[in-house]
Structure formats: C-alpha cells, structure tokens
C-alpha cells in the first residue's frame, strides 16, 4: 500500500509539473463569458504535455481507486 501512495504523490508532482509548463492557451475566465462562439476544446494541439496531463489525472484516478480498494 505504501508503494502505491508513493506512486501517487510521484504522479501528482509530474502533473503539477506538466501544467505548469504548458502554455496558456485562453484568457482565462475574462475569455469564458465574452459571448464568442468557439467552443473549449476545438483546437486539438495534440502535443505530448497535453497528451501526458491526461494520462498522469487518469493515473491518478486510478490509483486512487487502488488505495481504496486495498485499505479497506
């Protein structure tokens, strides 16, 4: 269980890591309400940090899942 929980804190500092490094790509919430048409998510960049933010939140979801089902 111990691996597992150190596994996670390792995957939650790349993560911190991979979204500090990627570029802003909107205005932030000034840019939510403007009323413009564009859609979140229509530009697909495709690039690897992009790509590796999500694999590392769907890793760490399921650690999650893991801890809980072996704590118990």
């Known amino acids: 269980m111990y691996i597992l929980i150190t596994l996670t804190v390792i995957v ?3 993560l911190g890591l991979f979204v ?9 919430l000034s840019s939510d309400f403007s009323g413009s048409s564009q859609l979140a998510g229509v530009k697909k960049t495709g690039d690897i940090l992009e790509k590796g933010t ?5 890793g760490i979801m399921v650690l999650a899942l893991a801890i809980n089902v072996i704590a118990r």
């Open 12 to 14: 939650c500092a790349l």
């Open 20 to 28: 500090l490094i990627q570029n802003p790509k909107g205005g932030g």
């Open 54 to 58: 999500w694999v590392l939140a769907i």
